[in-house]
């Protein structure tokens, strides 16, 4: 079945170190990719998206490219800051019969020291 | 300009209570989704509404578990006699009428149910 793999944390950086959070995925179809961040307490908020091969989604600094060669859609930020801090969700949505549920990863948490 | 709302945040249930879980999406939006998160897991798909008709229910487990989204009102999610392992985090999110792949779900706080 169709499912998303992410990298396992928790993710510990300091103030301005480079992050990197690997997902893959495995679909039947052509997937949308998505990155979800939780903060404490709240809902997920979508932080960026890509819905074919070789887009690049961004926002807020972070970038992500489906690499469809790879299946893979791994998160990244130059420069991370204390409020980047949260649960990052890795998920795809098909889109086929009608449904479009989206299937996630199990989440990284990221936590950034100053 | 209010986003996806869910109540209670919180909700404790001793073993073989019902709980009820409610939603309401966004404005403008007519779909809404329910997912739910177990502890140290990611988030599961349980089952897509449209207004009075439940689309995709897949994820659903076959007994004590029950959703609508009636033309008026909020969706609600039931699960009648809980037991221990119901305890999760259920989320909302809803979304405007479909476009095609990609259309971005908002979601709500959740609701955090606990079993004793």
């Known amino acids: 079945g169709d499912s998303v793999t992410q990298m396992e944390g928790p993710v510990t950086l300091s103030e301005e170190a480079f992050l990197t959070i690997n997902c893959t995925y495995t679909?039947?179809?052509?997937?949308?990719l998505f990155w979800y961040v939780q903060y404490p307490g709240e809902g997920l908020q979508l932080l960026l998206k890509a819905t074919k091969a070789d887009d690049k989604g961004s926002n807020k600094g972070f970038e992500a490219t489906y690499r469809k060669e790879t299946t893979s859609f791994h998160l990244e930020k130059g420069s991370v800051q204390v409020s980047d801090s949260a649960v990052y969700f890795c998920?795809?949505?098909?889109?086929?019969?009608?449904?479009?549920?989206?299937?996630f990863g199990k989440g990284t948490k990221l936590t950034v020291n100053p | 300009n209010a986003g996806v709302m869910q109540n209670p945040r919180h909700l404790v249930r001793r073993r073989g209570q019902e709980a009820r879980l409610r939603c309401s999406p966004m404005?403008?939006?007519?779909?809404v989704y329910w997912y739910r998160q177990l502890p140290e897991e990611g988030l599961k798909f349980m089952v897509y509404?449209?207004?009075?008709?439940?689309?995709?229910e897949s994820g659903m487990p076959k007994e004590r578990f029950s959703a609508e989204f009636p033309k008026e009102g909020p969706s609600i999610l039931r699960i009648q006699q809980v037991v221990r392992g119901d305890s999760a985090a259920y989320f909302c999110?809803?979304?405007?009428?479909?476009?095609?792949?990609?259309?971005?779900?908002?979601f709500g706080p959740g609701t955090r149910l606990t079993v004793l």
């Open positions: 679909a039947t179809g052509y997937p949308s």
């Open positions: 998920a795809l949505i098909l889109g086929q019969g009608g449904s479009e549920k989206l299937v």
């Open positions: 999110a809803s979304s405007r009428a479909s476009q095609g792949r990609g259309n971005e779900q908002f």
């Open positions: 509404l449209q207004k009075e008709n439940i689309i995709d």
């Open positions: 404005k403008g939006h007519s779909h």
